[in-house]
């Protein structure tokens, strides 16, 4: 399970990335989810970073929680 949560929270990390590059370079242009949905509008460059801190938050969670013994 830990692994499947690490690799959704790198997804979403990509996802973040990807949406970055694009705003700034114009590259990536179908590859990025936040910039085919409509109602994010003109802040596809504020989604692309909360998704690049959550992506980084969701792949450090399985290490913060202990295992109760």
């Given at each position: 399970?830990?692994?499947?949560?690490?690799?959704?929270?790198?997804?979403?990390?990509?996802?973040?990335?990807?949406?970055?590059?694009?705003?700034?370079?114009?590259?990536?242009?179908?590859?990025?989810?936040?910039r085919?949905m409509?109602?994010?509008?003109?802040?596809?460059?504020?989604?692309?970073?909360?998704?690049?801190?959550?992506?980084?938050?969701?792949?450090?969670?399985?290490?913060?929680?202990?295992?109760?013994?």
């Amino acid at each position: 399970m830990k692994k499947l949560i690490e690799a959704v929270g790198f997804i979403v990390l990509l996802q973040g990335i990807g949406g970055l590059v694009y705003e700034w370079t114009g590259w990536l242009r179908l590859w990025t989810l936040a910039r085919h949905m409509d109602f994010f509008g003109d802040r596809a460059l504020f989604v692309s970073i909360v998704l690049i801190v959550t992506g980084f938050a969701i792949m450090i969670a399985p290490d913060a929680v202990r295992k109760k013994s």
